[in-house]
């Protein structure tokens, strides 16, 4: 894949305004545009702009300034939240081999001892084992959407064989890093097997996966037609055509399956969970119900916070960064004891407002260092 080089300027930010089923903050951390690991069904290649120059002519843009440009933000903080590497790509793709922009970032999160999280379907680098382990709070999920290699390698273009996304698991636990396996996304009639999910959660479990993360495919508006194409492809026009049929369900410009098929997918991977004493919960799974929209954590979840671990919010004391005694779950907070009221979210019955780098300014002047922990 081409690389193109760039200078990024971009602020810090957390989640976007509009619907949101993430229960804690994160500090959304992308060096990278434009993925090698290829996945057909990726929400991204429907984002405007560089994304869409990425995904059509096969580019990897490279904000070479990244770390730079995050530590002179994060520097004038007082307060920080888990970072989160990578909402739209994957962290540690072959570019990484090259500039190493997740492992220093990482790197700058552990020394001013803030946490940080990674999501990815590679291998994950020993150095990237070595400095997570040394900072509470923090942890790594492994994508694994099949136990069938032939299978996996027709979802994607690349990524880690699936013995090694388990080896990844077995590695973070053997380090006492907390981990999650996503069994997401499901795709129906192609990852949908329930023996083969039901074989993919007990090798997590036995792998030491914590906690388990799990939705059905979404298919943006913008990349219907290739999402499409490209099943008819790889898995026939039968299965294209149920699955025409079963993206039935509309909110905003994404399909999404059958109601009913969710449910009942999500029920058959709760009680699984349940029964190997492992907990879960859903990313971004919604319905509509009397005009408005509904996420389906509520009736799913297992845990206090939907990726299975509970990290507060951290604030500066001195040159570094520590937690508030709190269960950082401010999706469903209506104390707000750190002192920032606009992070209770349990407080409004509207959509929340996204937080930038601004709000972060905004907030600095509430530094409730008497619960630190």
């Not at 916070?305 to 999706?331: A, M, S, T």
């Amino acid at each position: 894949m081409k690389i193109i080089k760039v200078k990024s300027g971009k602020k810090i930010h957390n989640w976007y305004p509009g619907k949101r089923e993430c229960t804690s903050e994160r500090i959304l951390l992308n060096p990278y545009i434009g993925c090698e690991v290829g996945c057909f069904f990726c929400y991204a290649l429907s984002y405007p702009g560089n994304f869409q120059k990425a995904r059509k002519e096969r580019v990897i843009f490279v904000y070479e300034n990244f770390v730079e440009n995050l530590k002179r933000q994060i520097e004038k903080l007082n307060i920080a939240f888990c970072g989160y590497l990578s909402p739209v790509s994957e962290p540690f793709q072959s570019v990484e081999k090259i500039y190493k922009l997740s492992e220093k970032t990482i790197e700058f999160f552990v020394e001013n001892n803030i946490p940080v999280e990674f999501i990815t379907k590679s291998v994950i680098p020993e150095s990237v084992v070595e400095m997570i382990k040394q900072k509470k709070h923090s942890f790594g999920q492994i994508s694994i959407l099949t136990v069938d290699e032939d299978l996996r390698k027709k979802l994607m273009r690349r990524g880690a064989e699936t013995e090694l996304l388990f080896k990844n698991i077995e590695e973070l636990a053997k380090n006492n890093i907390f981990c999650v396996c996503r069994t997401d996304p499901i795709i129906p009639f192609i990852t949908d097997d329930r023996e083969k999910l039901k074989i993919l959660i007990k090798k997590a479990v036995d792998s030491g996966a914590k906690h388990i993360v799990s939705s059905i495919m979404d298919i943006p508006q913008a990349i219907k037609d290739d999402v499409l194409i490209y099943i008819k492809k790889f898995f026939g026009e039968d299965i294209k055509r149920k699955i025409e049929i079963l993206y039935n369900e509309r909110i905003g410009n994404w399909f999404h399956a059958d109601i009913r098929y969710r449910r009942e997918i999500f029920t058959f991977l709760k009680e699984v969970c349940d029964k190997y004493n492992i907990s879960f919960a859903l990313c971004m799974e919604y319905e509509k119900k009397n005009g408005k929209i509904i996420g389906l954590n509520r009736e799913f979840m297992t845990s206090k916070n939907c990726e299975g671990i509970d990290i507060p919010v951290y604030f500066r004391k001195g040159k570094k960064f520590y937690p508030f005694n709190c269960y950082g779950n401010c999706l469903k907070c209506k104390t707000a004891e750190c002192g920032i009221e606009e992070l209770a979210q349990g407080n409004k019955e509207d959509s929340f407002s996204g937080w930038d780098y601004y709000d972060y300014l905004r907030w600095n002047k509430i530094v409730g260092q008497e619960k630190l922990l």
